[in-house]
């Protein structure tokens, strides 16, 4: 079992910045893959964003490319995503997710994830 801890939400005005982390424990070397999806209210949950370790590979959904980036500490199990540039239409809840192996063309597919976090609320207020 992989538990997944979110951090970082909160309220910003549009143009700000957050940065979330999350953190992993228990069978680390199960969260291989490491993502960050999101769900406004009466949508679907979305892909923002993914990375690898091995080889450190990243992905973003075209809507935060240039604007949000992915890192990760694997020393400390923790993944991060800076959200700059931040507008309305970003507020949602945040989830983290991981999984140990995941092919590249599946990291926009939430059902790839085995493992999430609760979630943070991340709002962009006009």
């Known amino acids: 079992q992989v538990q997944l801890v979110e951090s970082g939400g909160g309220l910003v005005q549009a143009g700000g910045s957050l940065k979330l982390s999350c953190a992993a424990s228990?069978?680390?070397?199960?969260?291989?893959?490491m993502g960050w999806f999101r769900q406004a209210p009466r949508k679907e949950r979305e892909f923002v964003a993914a990375?690898?370790?091995?080889?450190?590979?990243?992905s973003y959904t075209d809507s935060v490319k240039g604007r949000f980036t992915i890192s990760g500490d694997n020393a400390k199990n923790t993944v991060y995503l800076q959200m700059n540039s931040l507008k309305p239409e970003d507020t949602a809840v945040y989830y983290c997710?991981?999984?140990?192996?995941?092919?590249?063309?599946?990291?926009?597919?939430?059902?790839?994830?085995?493992?999430w976090g609760q979630g943070t609320q991340v709002t962009v207020s006009s």
């Open positions: 997710a991981a999984d140990s192996y995941i092919p590249n063309y599946k990291l926009g597919d939430p059902r790839s994830y085995a493992y």
């Open positions: 228990g069978r680390t070397f199960s969260s291989s893959v």
């Open positions: 990375i690898k370790w091995s080889g450190a590979i990243t």
